[in-house]
């Protein structure tokens, strides 16, 4: 079914905050390893993301119709 915006809200928030963990613990083994990757790691999930997001609303308008 639909989902509302305040679970799509909250989802992202925990997903955030993972992210943010497994960052600060990436930080504390390996500062200069996670000083070059965490900023290209998180972009490129957030550009993942937004890919996602244009190919699901092609499939819903276009192919599950």
């Not at 960052?23 to 900023?39: D, S």
């Given at each position: 079914g639909p989902?509302?915006?305040r679970s799509e809200h909250?989802?992202?928030?925990?997903?955030?905050?993972a992210l943010s963990l497994i960052?600060?613990?990436?930080?504390?083994?390996?500062?200069?390893?996670?000083?070059?990757?965490?900023?290209p790691i998180a972009s490129g999930i957030i550009a993942g993301?937004?890919?996602?997001?244009v190919i699901v609303a092609a499939l819903n308008n276009f192919v599950l119709t």
């Open positions: 989902v509302s915006a909250s989802r992202r928030d925990r997903s955030e905050q960052a600060e613990i990436g930080k504390r083994l390996n500062a200069e390893r996670a000083e070059r990757y965490t900023v993301e937004s890919i996602m997001g």
